[in-house]
Every structure is written in structure tokens, then in C-alpha cells.
């Protein structure tokens, strides 16, 4: 019984890899569709983002299973309890990088000034989201705390923008609409950098059972 467990947690875990390399790949399309006014690359990312709510479906499915059917002790009822957790926000990430291709197919063929800055808060943003499911398939705390500290850094970034923005808007007043959308792609990355953030701190309540917003 429990080698049967032992098998369905791996793929478990390998489904929660590809979910989130899936979820990578959608940001960096999200991002260099924005980077380069490509509306097709924006129109690939809506398109891609259904795969990532099949297997939100799909993982809800298999921990249902080994909840129900395999009767986990406590270590593996938090971490089976936790995937439950970061498939949601896996998800969310999903969206955003869709609501930020939506913006891209609607922005009108104009130069990001802020171009570098944008660029390395999607990286960041990224790395976050890499960190988080790395963490939780290898059970480690240290890489997860490093997530959480990763997002001062994404906030920072959204600052920077909000007040380029500011600036932009005060100098350029007739593009105001333009300003307005990067605005809200700035805030869509600094969300993604707050669901990994999420993701990061089940997986301390995985391995510790403290969770600090529990």
C-alpha cells in the first residue's frame, strides 16, 4: 500500500514540475510578447493558458485520491494539503500572464521607456515562481525563505514603475491611457511575485506545519 502511495506522491510531484514550468513559460511569452508589441505572441499565451487550467484539474484530481484512498500520516496529508494550496495560485499565475498579453494586444506601437526595468521584474518574478516549486519537490525551507525574501525586490521594481509612470503621465498627459495599462501590468508581475510568495510559505507549512498566515 504505501510503495502505491509512494509512486502516486512522485507523480504528483512531477505533475506539480510541469505546472510550473508551464506557468514559467507563460510569463517569459507574456513578457517578450510585451517587449516587442507582438500581438501573436500574446494571442500564444491565451492559448497556452488552458493547458494550465487542465492541469490544475488534474493535480485537484490525483490529491483527492491519495487523500481519500491512501491514508497519508501527517508529513504527507501537509504536503498533499499544501499542493492543494499552490495549484491555486499556480493558476492565478496562469492569469495574470494572460491579463498581461491581453493588455500587450490593446497597447498602441510605442517605446517602453521603462523596457530594462519591466524586463527584469518579469525575471524576477520568474525566479520567484521557479524557487517555489523547486522548494516544494525537494522539501526544503532554505529555498522557499529565499522566495520570500525575492519579493522585496519585485515590490521594489512595481514601485520604480508606479513612479516612472507618475512622471510619464505629468510629462505626457495625452498618453495617459498608455501609462495607465503598463501601470497595470507592473501590478500584474508584482501579484505573480505575491502568489509565489504563497506558494513559498506552503511550502514551510509542508515541511514544518507552521504556516504564518494560518
Not at 485537484?60 to 494550496?85: F, T, W, Y
Not at 506552503?202 to 498566515?213: E, L, N, P, Q, R
Request: net charge negative.
Amino acid at each position: 500500500m504505501r510503495s502505491r502511495f509512494d509512486e502516486q506522491l512522485q507523480q504528483l510531484n512531477k505533475k506539480m514540475i510541469e505546472m510550473g514550468a508551464m506557468c514559467e513559460e507563460l510569463i517569459a511569452l507574456a513578457a517578450k510578447a510585451l517587449m516587442a508589441a507582438d500581438t501573436d505572441l500574446a494571442a500564444r499565451v491565451k492559448a497556452q493558458g488552458v493547458d494550465i487550467d487542465q492541469m490544475e484539474r488534474e493535480i485537484e484530481s490525483l490529491c483527492m485520491k491519495l487523500l481519500l484512498h491512501q491514508q497519508p500520516v501527517a508529513g504527507d496529508l501537509r504536503q498533499i494539503s499544501a499542493a492543494l494550496k499552490m495549484v491555486t495560485d499556480m493558476e492565478r499565475i496562469g492569469d495574470q500572464a494572460e491579463d498581461i498579453a491581453e493588455l500587450v494586444r490593446y497597447l498602441p506601437d510605442h517605446p517602453l521607456e521603462d523596457a530594462d526595468l519591466i524586463a527584469e521584474m518579469a525575471r524576477s518574478t520568474i525566479s520567484m515562481v521557479t524557487g517555489s516549486i523547486d522548494a516544494y519537490v525537494k522539501q526544503d525551507v532554505t529555498l522557499a525563505s529565499r522566495v520570500l525574501e525575492q519579493d522585496d525586490a519585485v515590490d521594489d521594481y512595481f514601485l520604480k514603475m508606479k513612479n516612472s509612470i507618475i512622471r510619464h503621465i505629468a510629462q505626457h498627459p495625452q498618453e495617459g491611457e498608455f501609462a495607465l495599462d503598463l501601470l497595470m501590468i507592473s501590478k500584474y508581475f508584482e501579484r505573480i511575485g505575491d502568489h509565489a510568495t504563497n506558494i513559498a510559505e506552503w511550502v514551510i507549512y509542508s515541511v514544518t506545519g507552521v504556516h504564518k498566515g494560518v
